[in-house]
């Protein structure tokens, strides 16, 4: 069975930094790019962030760009997103996601496995 687990959400104030995990089982993680996505209230969920098998490609959403860091661990089975310099329009449930293949896509449908997400709030 396949399990995503995010960890690391909660609230903080604008300007503040948090880190997400996600540690992943039941899948070769070696060969599995990674993504995260969020969901605001009212929203439809959308594209965060992407890393490679490798760790050697990574994508971000134009909207955290330079703010957000994804990274992996291969031998952990794990995948971070560094967030730093939070707005409150960050905002939301974020998701860590698994995708089977190449090559890396920003796009929810061709993510084969979701976790159940982690909250973050930002306050002003």
């Not at 993504?35 to 760790?55: L, Y």
């Not at 190449?102 to 709030?121: H, L, N």
């Amino acid at each position: 069975q396949v399990r995503l687990v995010e960890s690391g959400g909660g609230l903080v104030q604008a300007g503040d930094s948090l880190t997400l995990s996600c540690t992943t089982s039941g899948l070769t993680f070696s060969t599995h790019a990674m993504g995260w996505f969020r969901q605001a209230p009212g929203k439809e969920r959308e594209f965060v962030s992407a890393i490679n098998w490798s760790g050697v490609n990574t994508y971000y959403a134009d909207s955290v760009k330079g703010r957000f860091t994804i990274s992996r661990d291969n031998g952990k089975n794990t995948v971070y997103l560094q967030m730093s310099r939070l707005r409150s329009d960050d905002t939301a449930v974020y998701y860590c996601a698994a995708d089977y293949g190449a090559p890396t896509s920003t796009r929810e449908v061709d993510y084969d496995y979701f976790g159940q997400g982690t909250q973050v709030t930002v306050s002003s």
